[in-house]
């Protein structure tokens, strides 16, 4: 995995769809930096089900499809295979994490690529981990 990768959870994605979140441009620029193959940009398959639940009423009303602006952007859907998945179990036994920002942490660690993430308990247990990581 080149230097330049990266792992997005849906709280990113969902911040890309709202410009009334407070990061809204920084991921913008991100996104565009991956449209530009600039970075490469992942994102599990898990955490795309969260964005899709998160989005229903958006996609309802815009017309805009989370999946459209994902493969518009460059951004790769990561299925996760069995090492994903024993890792995104192994880390059970972090606090407040849910199962979907599991996924989204082992697969950055699976994929040696920085997690981009609006979750700051997310990112604390990515650092405790030694794996790099962005907050928005």
Known sequence: MPENAGVVDAGVVLTRLDRRRRSHHEVLTLFHRSARDRIGLHISVVNLAEVLQ?????????????????????????????????????????????????????TASVLGARLHTTDRVLADWARRRRIPVTVY
Do not use: E
């Open 54 to 106: 998160h989005s229903q009423r958006y996609t309802a009303v815009t017309g805009v499809d989370p999946i459209h602006v994902l493969h518009a952007s460059g951004i790769a859907i990561h299925r996760p295979d069995v090492d994903v998945a024993k890792s995104a179990a192994l880390l059970g036994s972090l606090g407040d994490v849910s199962l979907a920002d599991r996924f989204a942490l082992a």
